[in-house]
């Protein structure tokens, strides 16, 4: 089986949040599926959306799934807000936009916010998305076998004339990136924009990305920039591969400003604790960052530097490569 796959570089996201909303606009804006987001950006550290879904379990411990729990709508998804839209834009007088019912939670509750104290207070945007896993635990859990890879490019979907919304997907996905809709029955997901992909064009989220972020191929096409980036310069990482459904979504981990001391002096030492990295990414995000640095340094001593070349995106075409290897390319 082929598999197409996503690079999101931390270093050049935003947190502008089109992605989200190309992907809210396209897929996900009404019929039981207000409060579903198939792509958002999260501030991290953070609890994320849903709230606390990195300590909700799912995924593998070795050959057995581990246990998950669902989140809960109010508490963790947070209820969709209506607001006062009409006197906030047409009424006269000082009316700021407020919600018209008391909120608990929601998408960005916690954005912008981070951790550490003044003046080392730190936070990165975190996009997510399905990761179309090799090794999906959703598709294990399901007991109605709703859930598959296509082989032509290892997309996962979910049947919906199979599901019966029992909800053991939501459970078991360690990155609680199913969704199940109340009106349908059934459980959804990100689709990785496939009726796109099959007229050769590219996901909403990485073709309307402002800073040109996301890099989409084939992980076995040699020319391809996330074959390029995760398998020969070794510098894009799963999210929490100790999960074991070994993603397909990678992430540049993020470059990090010095700390400060007491009197104001960097430090030289990174102000985003390395520790920290290694729990999203893994033991690999030091050799990582340190050719992220290198190569940067190269690049600003006036030399060459494909890596850099390749993630400055000069043409943003070249960011997709749709067509399969040895096909002719889209």
């Not at 207000?34 to 991290?44: D, G, I, L, P």
């Not at 006062?84 to 929601?106: H, I, S, T, V």
């Not at 007491?262 to 030091?286: A, K, S």
Request: aromatic share 12%.
């Amino acid at each position: 089986m082929t598999q197409l796959g996503m690079v999101i570089d931390l270093n050049k996201c935003i947190g502008c949040q089109t992605c989200t909303l190309a992907c809210k606009s396209q897929w996900t804006d009404r019929g039981g599926r207000e409060f579903m987001y198939w792509n958002h950006v999260e501030t991290v550290p953070g609890q994320g959306y849903p709230r606390g879904w990195q300590v909700a379990g799912g995924g593998w411990e070795g050959e057995r799934l581990r246990p998950g729990r669902l989140p809960r709508l109010e508490e963790d998804y947070g209820i969709p807000a209506d607001f006062n839209f009409d006197a906030a834009l047409f009424q006269q007088g000082d009316r700021p936009l407020r919600p018209l019912d008391a909120m608990q939670w929601g998408p960005n509750w916690e954005e912008d916010q981070g951790a550490g104290d003044f003046p080392n207070g730190y936070f990165f945007y975190l996009p997510r998305l399905c990761n179309h896993c090799t090794r999906p635990a959703c598709l294990a859990a399901c007991p109605r076998q709703a859930i598959y890879k296509r082989e032509e490019d290892g997309i996962v979907l979910i049947d919906q004339e199979r599901c019966r919304g029992y909800r053991y997907c939501v459970a078991a996905c360690p990155y609680k990136k199913i969704y199940f809709n109340p009106l349908a029955g059934r459980s959804e997901k990100c689709i990785f924009c496939y009726p796109r992909l099959e007229r050769g064009v590219p996901q909403a989220c990485a073709y309307q990305c402002v800073g040109r972020a996301r890099h989409v191929a084939y992980l076995d096409d040699p020319e391809g920039a996330v074959h390029q980036l995760v398998e020969v310069w070794q510098v894009a990482l799963p999210l929490h591969a100790e999960y074991g459904t070994q993603p397909n979504v990678y992430y540049v981990p993020p470059l990090s400003p010095p700390a400060f001391d007491p009197e104001g002096r960097p430090t030289g030492e990174p102000r985003i604790p390395e520790d920290y990295l290694r729990q999203l990414f893994g033991p690999g995000v030091d050799a990582a960052l340190a050719t992220l640095q290198a190569e940067i340094a190269k690049k600003e001593a006036g030399g060459e530097s494909a890596l850099m070349d390749l993630l400055i995106a000069y043409r943003h075409g070249d960011m997709f490569r749709l067509s399969r290897p040895g096909e002719a390319r889209s």
